[in-house]
């Protein structure tokens, strides 16, 4: 594959809510760009980049899987994210590092939960994007409704460029509004034929076509000017424009089709080109490092696999160049490591090449303890790049290995499994000795569980699956005075504080200050007290659990001229919160969830009645076509067995989908 210049490089990301068509638009960008030679289906386990035997058995998408294909002489290269939210945390590590990104929707249930997930996740890293409403070809789709659900649902400004030409079963192309021109797909054809737009459809594509020129002139000042002058815009103008606004994410390029038969796809690559930017389109990482392949090299570590024949780092170069057996410094751990061989990926094949630069992403082998989300960096010019966010683990299961001889084995395991996923946390529970897995939900842990057993070969116990708690304050306690006073030969301890505790509004976990005036506490005990408030949130009264949303002031003080110390007021800040903890009101809270259920309308009775018992809370219900949508927030806990529960009262025919929802005060 020919190294292109980075002006002609785009590394994209695909989107989506689970079933929305992700996959399948990856498989067919991969075969129209003749990167594959054979159409991989889902539903038949022959996909490229759900190459995992359990995306394959399950049919969803759970690893991010990267590929590269060319398409007009640039260089895509491409991650297929999951859409269930059990894996976000793999959405976020590639968002980070990706350019663009493009937005499946279903063109029949249009934004649905989860893809309103992403596209938040999309938001916070500024990741410019083009929409794709997909499977038009299905009874009930809808273009114009799917837009508007983007438009209502997450505020974004849909511009579609498109028209559809037929419905459901008789969608045939679409109308190119830029261009007026139509696009036909005949069945079984690869490619379209470019012909006039209908004669029945010519009214209705020029009037789209003025409604996306005032559109678009509302928005961009050159097309406005041009739109004063000549009350219409070239095609050229509306191109640069779409794009200008895109990469500004001022507005969101909506096109349309339906991956699975073939429809719709040569034009979003073009629209991938023309629209989404290329490596040199961004500003300078962190302000000072250009996307120059000259420059010294920067790279960031986005995803491990670290398998039994060996370590593979993902990495996004974003400046320099590296070589095979190159040496370069892991910023975050602080040591060096060599590069032994580059692999530019093929989903879980892999092509060795020479070199790699600034654009690129590409596999490496050769480092031993590079983490995800660690920079690596020219040794001449550290600097550290700000890692992928990690969400916090809510469920936690026991595992331990069924024959003792295994034990060793299932602790290395696990330390493979959290490396390539950070978002998998192990650690030994010190009341009972056991190991504890904890994961983002049910699903999330039990492909971790399965990989050990497939991948490893373990046979592993299981335990039931816990949540996480949290403790709250209620009500406070002002006044509480601790006196940390020890003696036992030699320099003593001692330190006096007074401090208030009340409740933290909004999402904040701590908020430390000091009112203490006249010096009576040092600057220097003021920062200990904040750390041993710190220590004392680890584990509240209720249960042991963290502790979050208080705010803890130091009111008063005293100290001893010869026994006074940090140590020792860290420890008093300690117990003086632990003590104030204590006599507070304190609240347990659980985490919650926003459940989507979607059922036949004559089943929602027992659907209502069963999230009643599970402690929901309906926030809304809706009825289209014999299909009810009902979506409630119910405490995680109740979640575990829903599945299977909802199958059983709707004969298989309801399906659900969630996304975390913060922590509620426990109901009972």
Known sequence: MRTPDITA??????????????????????????????????????????????????????????????????????????????????????LRVLDGAVAVFDAVAGVEPQ????????????????????????????????????????????????????????????????????YVWADGADTY??????????DEARHRRRRLEEAVAELHAGAFEEFLAREELTEETLRDALRDLTLAGEAVVVLCGSAYRDRGIEPLLDAVVAYLPAPSDLPPVRGEVPA??????????????????????YVRIYAGTIGKGDTVLDATGGHTERIARILRVQADRATEVGSARAGD???????KSVR????????????????PTTADPVVSVAVEARRSTDTGRLATALARLSEEDPSLVVRSDPETGQTVLSGLGELHLEVAVEKLRRDRGLEVAVGRPQVAYRETVAKGVTGLLYRHVKQDGGAGQFAHVVID?????????????????????????????????????????????????????????????????????????????RE???????????????????????????????????????????????????????????????ASRLRGRTQGRGTFTTRPAGYEPARG
Not at 10 to 15: E, K, P, Q, S, Y
Not at 31 to 51: I, M, N, P, Q, S
Not at 507 to 533: L, M, N
Not at 619 to 636: K, S
Request: negative net charge; glycine residues 10%; hydrophobic residues 40%.
């Open 292 to 313: 120059d392949p000259q420059a010294p090299f920067t790279a960031l570590a986005f995803k491990v696999n670290a398998t039994a024949t060996g370590r593979m780092t």
């Open 193 to 202: 034929t470019e012909q006039a737009v209908p004669e029945g459809l010519l």
């Open 9 to 94: 490089v785009r590394n994209l990301g695909i989107l989506a809510h689970v079933d929305a068509g992700k996959t399948t638009v990856t498989e067919r960008i991969l075969y129209l760009t003749g990167a594959v030679h054979k159409r991989g289906e889902v539903h038949d386990g022959t996909t490229v980049t759900d190459f995992d035997p359990q995306e394959r058995d399950r049919g969803i998408t759970i690893f991010a899987a990267a590929v590269s294909c060319d398409w007009a002489g640039h260089r895509i290269n491409l991650i297929d994210t999951p859409g269930h939210v059990d894996f976000s945390d793999e959405v976020e590590r590639s």
């Open 501 to 577: 505790l009340e409740p933290l509004e909004g999402d904040e976990e701590f908020a430390f200050r000091s009112t203490v005036t006249g010096g009576r506490v040092p600057q220097e005990y003021v920062r200990a007290v904040e750390a041993g408030c710190r220590d004392a949130l680890v584990e509240g009264p209720l249960g042991g659990h963290p502790v979050t949303g208080v705010r803890v002031t130091l009111t008063d003080g005293a100290t001893h001229s010869k026994d006074s110390s940090e140590m020792a007021f860290r420890t008093a800040g300690r117990f003086a919160l």
């Open 580 to 642: 104030a903890l204590r006599a507070g009101a304190m609240t347990l809270l659980e985490p919650v969830a926003e459940v989507t259920v979607t059922v036949p309308a004559e089943s929602v009775g027992a659907v209502l009645g069963d999230l009643a018992a599970r402690r929901g809370r309906v926030t809304d219900r809706t009825t289209r076509g014999g299909t009810a949508v009902v979506a409630a927030t119910v405490p995680l806990a109740e979640l575990f067995g829903y």
């Open 115 to 182: 893809s309103e997930t992403v596209w938040r996740q999309a938001d916070r890293h500024g990741v410019p994007r083009l929409a794709f409403v997909n499977k038009l070809d299905r009874a009930g789709a809808d273009l114009d409704s799917a837009v508007e659900s983007v438009r209502d649902r997450l505020g974004a400004v849909p511009l579609p460029v498109q028209l559809p030409i037929g419905r459901e079963d008789g969608f045939t192309g679409v109308v190119d509004l830029l261009r007026m021109r139509a």
């Open 372 to 387: 995800a989300g660690a920079t690596l960096c020219d040794p001449a010019s550290p600097l550290v790049l700000e890692p």
């Open 361 to 367: 992403i590409v596999a490496v082998v050769g480092p």
